[in-house]
C-alpha cells in the first residue's frame, strides 16, 4: 500500500478550532463504539460465518477510522495557533 502524505490548509479561529476538535472527539468515540459492538458481536458467535466475515471487515474498518482520527486530532494539536 502506497502512503501519502496529506496537507490541510483551513483558516480557523481559536473558537472555530476548539469546535472541530471537539467534532473530531466525538466521532472518535463514535467509531470506538462501533469498534467495540462490532468485535463483542463477532466474539460472541453472532451470524452465520458470511455474517462474520462481515463484522470482522466491518471491525478492522472501524480501527482504521478511529486510527485517523487520532492522527487528525494529533495533527490538529500540533499545529501552529
Given at each position: 500500500m502506497t502512503r501519502a502524505t496529506l496537507k490541510l490548509e483551513i483558516p480557523a479561529s481559536p473558537e472555530e478550532r476548539a469546535a472541530l476538535r471537539k467534532a473530531l472527539l466525538r466521532a472518535r468515540a463514535t467509531e470506538l463504539?462501533?469498534?467495540?459492538?462490532?468485535?463483542?458481536?463477532?466474539?460472541?458467535?453472532?451470524?452465520?460465518?458470511?455474517?462474520?466475515?462481515?463484522?470482522?471487515?466491518?471491525?478492522?474498518?472501524?480501527?482504521?477510522?478511529?486510527?485517523?482520527?487520532?492522527r487528525l486530532i494529533a495533527a490538529l494539536g500540533e499545529a501552529p495557533e
Open positions: 463504539g462501533e469498534m467495540r459492538r462490532r468485535g463483542t458481536r463477532h466474539s460472541l458467535g453472532y451470524g452465520d460465518a458470511a455474517a462474520r466475515e462481515t463484522m470482522l471487515d466491518e471491525t478492522r474498518e472501524a480501527e482504521l477510522r478511529h486510527e485517523m482520527l487520532d
